[in-house]
């Protein structure tokens, strides 16, 4: 598993293999997470169009979160590699900042 790319505060992007995942941040006072796993389509338009695709993609499920309920994956960070690959994610980024 490792993370792909993100967009803070709203969604993250893994990949495991042919697999891709996005994780959306949900909610205003209190905040959740969804995650499911990208259809076909939803992985070719994310190769076409990069993360203008996944950002409009998060907008519909932030907005209507109950129509990605049947594809949400239920315990997604309990998933072998899922935390590891979060964490060394944030450490590339966090080192990113410290040298801009």
Do not use: N
Request: with cysteine; net charge negative.
């Amino acid at each position: 598993m490792k993370v792909v790319e993100e967009s803070p505060w709203s969604w993250m992007l893994l990949a495991e293999g042919a697999e891709m995942f996005l994780s959306v941040v949900c909610g205003t006072v209190a905040v959740h997470e969804i995650e499911f796993a990208l259809a076909p389509e939803e992985i070719e338009g994310y190769a076409r169009e990069g993360k203008a695709f996944l950002d409009r993609l998060a907008e519909r499920v932030i907005g209507m979160p109950g129509t990605f309920g049947a594809r949400r994956i239920p315990d997604f960070h309990d998933r072998p590699g899922v935390e590891e690959a979060i964490a060394a994610w944030r450490k590339i980024a966090d080192a990113a900042k410290g040298q801009g």
